[in-house]
């Protein structure tokens, strides 16, 4: 034999072996279907774990799908389109219904949450009588609800709250066609441009611990029932990403903005990215284990409760288990 016809057969040979690695490596890749809103304080992990290659890293293809609401989410999930989702404080609506089981906490959405005015509002008290554009059954509403009745205002009988998506809430603010929007950021990026005048009145950080909310990862029923080591694998890539942005912060949030988030000017998005309270992994444990993750996620849930009229309601202790979560990221 040759020695050009032995290298090229040698060359074969490792080209043959590279692809075999390559096919067993997407062989064992498992993919997921992952729905997600596209806001920093819900997608800030996905992205940040995709950029640094944890979930490759740990055998995880997700196939990401954008939603515009957490409402739209659960729904896509119930019906058998999406494996899991994350969102924000409708994680504690749909389970709490028995629909889809919560397994990992993002953050708190400290101060995403935003009710903005005209300027002929001056006060909360201002605002009785008038129309608040928001979308229902969301982050944003358990907010405002909050914040109604913190101004001894009736959300059912001293307000009208009007139910859109939240595009066209903060359109309906900026046309003038109602004084008043809560939000989430970054929606607020469109109103401190469109409407120079308009002023935030009052945001959630207020609120917080007592109404704190969460945003966080359910699965459908059936899925977490028979993929636990599945979900276990996904809570390691993004405990990653996660530390990632509590230790480099700065490096992450650049990360994200380049990315994901070029319409929204740096230096605002640092300060959006603010509004958010973020936990490294080993503090989240200790949430986790003393209870408090499932408190924050009960007293969310006691208002969907109340606001959707949930009969036999599921409780936080029940739909949330820590467990996995706890064997992950150890002691």
Same mark, same amino acid.
Do not use: C
């Given at each position: 034999?040759?020695?050009?016809?032995?290298?090229?057969?040698?060359?074969?040979?490792?080209?043959?072996?590279?692809?075999?690695?390559?096919?067993?490596?997407?062989?064992?890749?498992?993919?997921?279907?992952?729905?997600?809103?596209?806001?920093?304080?819900?997608?800030?992990?996905?992205?940040?774990?995709?950029?640094?290659? %944890?979930? !490759?890293?740990?055998?995880?293809? #997700?196939?990401?799908?954008?939603? /515009? $609401?957490?409402? =739209?989410?659960?729904?896509?999930?119930?019906?058998?389109?999406?494996?899991?989702?994350?969102?924000?404080?409708?994680?504690?609506?749909?389970?709490?219904?028995?629909?889809?089981?919560?397994?990992?906490?993002?953050?708190?959405?400290?101060?995403?949450?935003?009710?903005?005015?005209?300027?002929?509002?001056?006060?909360?008290?201002?605002?009785?009588?008038?129309?608040?554009?928001?979308?229902?059954?969301?982050?944003?509403?358990?907010?405002?609800?909050?914040?109604?009745?913190?101004?001894?205002?009736?959300?059912?009988?001293?307000?009208?709250?009007?139910?859109?998506?939240?595009?066209?809430?903060?359109?309906?603010?900026? %046309?003038? !066609?109602?004084?008043?929007?809560? #939000?989430?950021?970054?929606?607020? /990026? $469109?109103?401190? =441009?469109?409407?120079?005048?308009?002023?935030?009145?009052?945001?959630?950080?207020?609120?917080?611990?007592?109404?704190?909310?969460?945003?966080?990862?359910?699965?459908?029923?059936?899925?977490?029932?028979?993929?636990?080591?599945?979900?276990?694998?996904?809570?390691?890539?993004?405990?990653?990403?996660?530390?990632?942005?509590?230790?480099?912060?700065?490096?992450?949030?650049?990360?994200?903005?380049?990315?994901?988030?070029?319409?929204?000017?740096?230096?605002?998005?640092?300060?959006?990215?603010?509004?958010?309270?973020?936990?490294?992994?080993?503090?989240?444990?200790?949430?986790?284990?003393?209870?408090?993750?499932?408190?924050?996620?009960?007293?969310?849930?006691?208002?969907?409760?109340?606001?959707?009229?949930?009969?036999?309601?599921?409780?936080?202790?029940?739909?949330?288990?820590?467990?996995?979560?706890?064997?992950?990221?150890?002691?």
């Amino acid at each position: 034999m040759t020695l050009r016809r032995r290298t090229l057969i040698q060359a074969g040979v490792t080209a043959s072996l590279a692809g075999f690695g390559s096919v067993l490596r997407a062989q064992t890749s498992s993919k997921l279907r992952v729905g997600y809103l596209h806001t920093p304080a819900v997608d800030g992990q996905i992205f940040i774990g995709q950029q640094m290659g %944890s979930f !490759a890293k740990h055998g995880l293809d #997700l196939e990401l799908r954008k939603f /515009t $609401t957490g409402l =739209e989410l659960f729904q896509a999930m119930i019906g058998g389109s999406l494996d899991v989702l994350s969102t924000g404080a409708v994680v504690s609506n749909f389970p709490a219904r028995g629909q889809g089981k919560v397994f990992l906490m993002n953050n708190i959405e400290y101060a995403t949450a935003q009710l903005w005015v005209s300027s002929d509002i001056k006060s909360m008290a201002d605002l009785k009588g008038k129309k608040i554009s928001t979308t229902t059954g969301t982050t944003a509403h358990v907010f405002l609800d909050r914040a109604l009745r913190a101004a001894k205002l009736d959300p059912a009988s001293d307000v009208q709250i009007v139910n859109q998506r939240m595009s066209e809430a903060v359109t309906s603010f900026v %046309s003038g !066609a109602v004084p008043a929007v809560a #939000l989430w950021v970054p929606f607020d /990026t $469109t109103v401190r =441009e469109k409407v120079p005048n308009a002023r935030m009145l009052v945001d959630a950080s207020k609120f917080f611990p007592e109404a704190a909310i969460m945003g966080g990862w359910a699965a459908n029923n059936d899925f977490y029932d028979r993929n636990q080591p599945l979900l276990s694998k996904l809570i390691a890539a993004w405990v990653e990403a996660n530390d990632a942005i509590v230790n480099d912060t700065d490096k992450s949030v650049a990360m994200l903005q380049k990315t994901q988030y070029e319409q929204v000017p740096l230096e605002q998005f640092k300060q959006q990215f603010t509004f958010s309270k973020y936990y490294s992994s080993r503090e989240w444990r200790s949430k986790y284990a003393d209870g408090t993750a499932t408190r924050w996620l009960q007293q969310v849930s006691d208002f969907f409760v109340k606001y959707g009229n949930i009969a036999n309601p599921v409780p936080a202790e029940k739909y949330f288990n820590p467990k996995l979560y706890l064997e992950v990221v150890k002691a």
